[in-house]
């Protein structure tokens, strides 16, 4: 008899899911899920409703066999599970507003996944995937939990040194970019190797390799020579970039370009709303056609959410892991001497060869000189953090925020941690 698998996905009322199934049923015959248990807590009953009636709409215009069980009975769903999926917003997007607005009071960034904000959503979230772990190791001890719950990288940590799940944690933004350089240079992404060296939210691109040569001075120069507005890279500055060697992600604008993001945050909180607020109606709008009883497909809209994908991701390694691929894809695991000025058990992201013991980190080739400092100093905070998430300790909590290098002084990681605390209280048993 075929070998069949059980796929839970926890958070399931998430307008992403529908990009999950779509990757389930594209690659149906390498990875026999025969049953999706989407699971929610009460307040997310009526969008987890809405997104099982979806998911069988479009399983059966595909016509496999895949059973949709919708449940908030979570415990019931993991048993004997062979994948799960988190994708879980503790706090909802009332919750990640205040984690973008309040930190602006005080001049600095505020970001759902970066700085004081994401430290929050690390603390309101740690303690939630923790428990969903002890489910895991009591019912289901051999699944693999694929985590694309923000901010991945810490929660990954979290699992890694307070579970015996075998975890591993997945971000969109690496997929992304090589899905760009396969467009840029018209080649399939596998004929490219991308070198990502970092962690979560933090990674730099120290190298792109195509038949043995490197492409990344090219690439470098390429926005200067064409002026390109079409490149994920292009409002960095030359210099700069010409002398780092390496393509930073998305995220180090916080961080290289501090100035000018503050400004463009405080611009969009006083017009158009924070980033939660913008999602919010988008998810609103994405919600108001997955109603819609003819709606079999996942609708082009949803691309727009952000979280591109994140799904595909999230398919391709589970299809690795299944198959025993042994393919290459950029993930979050432990570090265990890869990169060797961070601890063994600090969660990196890089490139992974995929097999069914699961991604084993590919040795790196080149760490830029210069990102090492912030590297550190980052990856130190998200140490701290998880600590004073697991622990609800002020203290520790208070020393994350002092060292993060976007928070300016004692004082205002002090008042800032003060207020933030008290907005979550409802949301931080642990420290209340």
């Not at 009636?53 to 496999?64: C, D, N, Q, V």
């Not at 719950?149 to 979290?158: D, I, K, L, R, S």
């Not at 971000?171 to 004929?191: A, D, H, T, V």
């Not at 120290?206 to 043995?212: A, K, N, W």
């Amino acid at each position: 008899m075929e070998e069949t698998l059980k796929l839970v996905v926890i958070g399931a009322g998430s307008s992403y899911t529908p990009e999950l199934i779509e990757g389930i049923i594209l690659h149906h015959q390498e990875l026999p899920i025969r049953e999706v248990w989407l699971v929610d807590i009460e307040e997310g009953r009526e969008k987890l409703h809405t997104i099982a009636e979806l998911s069988k709409r479009m399983i059966a215009e595909s016509g496999l066999p895949i059973t949709v069980v919708q449940t908030l009975e979570r415990r019931e769903a993991i048993a004997g599970a062979d994948f799960v999926c988190t994708q879980i917003r503790v706090g909802m997007l009332e919750a990640r507003k205040w984690d973008e607005l309040i930190p602006l009071q005080y001049n600095v960034i505020g970001q759902e996944t970066t700085g004081p904000g994401g430290m929050m959503k690390g603390l309101r979230t740690i303690p939630v995937i923790l428990d969903i772990c002890k489910d895991i190791e009591e019912l289901a001890p051999d699944a693999w939990l694929l985590n694309f719950t923000n901010p991945a990288g810490m929660v990954t940590e979290a699992v890694h040194k307070y579970s015996s799940v075998k975890s591993v944690g997945l971000c969109n933004s690496p997929i992304g970019f090589q899905k760009w350089l396969s467009e840029f240079f018209g080649l399939p992404m596998e004929k490219i190797y991308a070198e990502f060296v970092g962690i979560n939210h933090l990674h730099w691109v120290s190298d792109i390799v195509i038949d043995g040569k490197s492409k990344l001075q090219e690439l470098i120069d390429y926005p200067q020579s064409y002026k390109a507005s079409n490149v994920p890279f292009d409002s960095w500055d030359y210099r700069f970039l010409n002398a780092l060697k390496a393509i930073p992600s998305y995220y180090l604008s916080y961080y290289y370009m501090t100035d000018a993001m503050l400004a463009e945050q405080k611009e969009a909180a006083a017009t158009t709303g924070s980033r939660a607020e913008v999602v919010k109606k988008v998810e609103e709008e994405l919600f108001e056609l997955y109603r819609n009883v003819a709606l079999k497909e996942k609708p082009k809209q949803l691309e727009q959410r952000g979280g591109a994908y994140y799904s595909e991701a999230a398919v391709l390694l589970m299809r690795s892991i299944y198959n025993d691929s042994r393919d290459i894809q950029t993930l979050n695991v432990r570090n265990n001497g890869m990169i060797d000025f961070l601890p063994d058990d600090a969660s990196i992201e890089v490139n992974c060869m995929v097999t069914k013991q699961g991604p084993l980190p590919i040795p790196l080739r080149i760490i830029p000189q210069p990102i090492k400092g912030l590297l550190a100093a980052v990856k130190q905070y998200e140490s701290l953090a998880i600590e004073a998430a697991v622990h609800g300790d002020r203290d520790i909590a208070l020393q994350a925020m002092v060292h993060h290098p976007l928070v300016p002084s004692v004082t205002v990681a002090e008042q800032l941690l003060d207020e933030m605390l008290e907005k979550n209280k409802s949301l931080l048993p642990l420290f209340h």
